[in-house]
C-alpha cells in the first residue's frame, strides 16, 4: 500500500477551522488546537442561543400584551381567553405590536372581545 502524504488535505482542514476563529483574541485564532477547541464552544452557543432568542421573543410580547390588558382593566389570561372564545386569530407577536405601538386599536381589539 501506498503512503498518502496529507499536506494539502491537513491543510485545508486547518484552515477552515482558523477562518472561523477570525475574531479571536491571542492564541486562539492562530494555533490549531485552541481554535478548534473554541469554535467548537461558539458553534455550540451559536445553537443554543438561536432557541433562547425565540423564548426571549415570546416573554417580552406576552409582557407588552399583558401591560396593555392591565390598562384596560382585565388580566392577560382573561384578555386571551376572550379572543380565543370570540374566535379573534391574532398572534401574540402582531398583538404585541399593537399594544405597544397603537394604544388606540387595542382598545379596539378588547371591545371587540367583550
Known sequence: ???????????????????????????????????????????????????????DMRRLWITRISAASKSVGTSYSRFMGQLKKNNIEINRKMLSEIAARDFEGFKAIYEATK
Not at 23 to 29: A, C, E, L
Open 1 to 55: 500500500m501506498s503512503r498518502v502524504r496529507r499536506g494539502f488535505k491537513a491543510r485545508q482542514r486547518r484552515n477552515k477551522i482558523l477562518k472561523l476563529a477570525k475574531g479571536f483574541h491571542f492564541s486562539r485564532r492562530t494555533k490549531f488546537y485552541h481554535a478548534a477547541e473554541t469554535v467548537k464552544r461558539a458553534l455550540h452557543y451559536r445553537y443554543i442561543g438561536r432557541r433562547l432568542l425565540k423564548r
